[in-house]
């Protein structure tokens, strides 16, 4: 048994049951109790060097690559999520890192002679972990909310948020936007309409913004009252609400309101004013190309945010109002690529997909590539999409621990 494998042995054993467990006081004289299928399963000398969570789920250890040579990371298969540990709020060591949530059908593709268990491991399900790769926990499956039905791999995930507080997760698929507590593992369904999902929180986690039937609302966590909001108010499903302050990561650049009166205080804007006189009139191809923001992120604090457009990558300081930009080739070393999640300060970058993680440390004038890291996160089921930062703060935003 290599050293790597008894050392994941010692952290699965923490997963399950927990850190900080009191030792026993005196030593007991009773009989060893026999071994569970999970010891006995690791007991056994595997090619991959597998090491059993439970008896149908485990974990590989794999070298990353990167900057730093010889980091291992875990990338786990799980083919029972039933039997995977959930995330558990009251678990402090959960929270020692950012955390990211993501969508992952860990199963396999299903058929017309798929049985409940088969199709119930391909459905999408809302998991997260911490930004070092490790720390995998199931957030939930909602059938509370999307009972199985046969084939029911249409459940796709389309976008989550979760609050500042940690405890809600608000998240929609096709149809369904929801809320899920994760203290008392209840979810609330805000609206059941097929059009586009958005979601803010409240600094304080107190109450979200979010869209249904095209209009906005404002839903308070402690009243359970929806409220629609006014024409002049605007959110985007890119945004942060911090120091009073409602980020907005529109389509063409940036606004910023004062959260308390919806007062706007300013805007970062992408193209000149020239351009911005002929789009008044007609948003030309051309136009749409280079400043359309197809892809967002913005940092815990709002102070940086990034978009990605056909043919520009922007990163964009929102204080100093300091908008950085690079034409996209593929023949060239991008400065700006992977910033899908931004980590606090901008220290930290990382990639949307889940299943392969990328991440990056920037420089001190926020370029890659002072410290890559590149692995195998996911190793069972079919995709594992949407990557989304939260727990921000923790470590300072430092997306790994200095001494590992």
């Known amino acids: 048994m290599t050293l790597n494998k008894t050392f994941l042995i010692a952290c699965t054993a923490i997963l399950l049951n927990g850190c900080n467990q009191d030792e026993p006081s005196t030593l007991s004289t009773a009989v060893e109790p026999p071994k569970t299928d999970v010891e006995l399963l690791n007991k056994q000398e595997w090619d991959d060097n597998r ?124 149809v369904e936007k929801v809320i899920f507590d994760l203290e008392t593992q209840e979810s609330i369904v805000l609206g059941a309409d097929r059009g586009h999902s958005q979601f803010l929180w409240a600094e304080d986690s107190s109450y979200l913004y979010f869209e249904d039937r095209a209009k906005y609302w404002k839903y308070e966590i402690a009243t359970g ?68 923001l197809k892809s967002r992120s913005i940092s815990p604090d709002g102070k940086y945010a990034w978009g990605e457009s056909a043919q520009y990558r922007y990163f964009i300081n929102t204080e100093t109002r300091d908008v950085k930009l690079e034409k996209k080739d593929p023949k060239k070393k991008s400065q700006y690529r992977f910033f899908d999640v931004l980590g606090l300060n901008a220290d930290y970058v990382r990639s949307a997909s889940a299943g392969s993680a990328r991440q990056y440390q920037l420089t001190i004038d926020k370029k890659l590539f002072t410290q890559t890291q590149h692995w195998g996160q996911i190793c069972s089921g079919h995709s594992a999409t949407l990557s989304w930062l939260y727990n921000g703060f923790a470590n300072h935003g430092a997306f790994i621990k200095e001494d590992k």
């Open 51 to 174: 090491v059993y969570v439970t008896k149908d789920n485990y974990i590989l250890m794999k070298e990353a690559n990167g900057t730093i040579p010889g980091i291992v990371k875990p990338c786990f298969v799980v083919n029972s999520a039933k039997e995977w540990p959930r995330e558990d709020l009251s678990n402090a060591d959960s929270y020692d890192l950012p955390r990211v949530d993501f969508r992952w059908d860990n199963g396999e593709f299903t058929n017309a002679s798929s049985d409940e268990k088969a199709i119930y491991e391909a459905r999408d399900k809302i998991w997260s972990i911490k930004t070092d790769g490790t720390d995998l926990r199931l957030v939930t499956d909602f059938l509370d909310v999307v009972p199985p039905r046969p084939h029911n791999r249409a459940v796709t995930v389309k976008m989550m948020r979760r609050s500042p507080n940690n405890r809600y997760l608000a998240w929609s698929n096709n």
């Open 225 to 292: 009252k929806t409220t629609q909001m006014d024409d002049d108010f605007h959110f985007s499903e890119v945004g942060v609400i911090y120091g009073g302050r409602r980020y907005v990561v529109s389509d063409y650049g940036i606004v910023v309101f004062n959260e308390s009166n919806n007062k706007r205080l300013y805007s970062i804007g992408l193209s000149t004013a020239e351009e911005d006189k002929l789009a008044v009139k007609n948003i030309s191809l051309s136009y749409d190309r280079k400043y359309f």
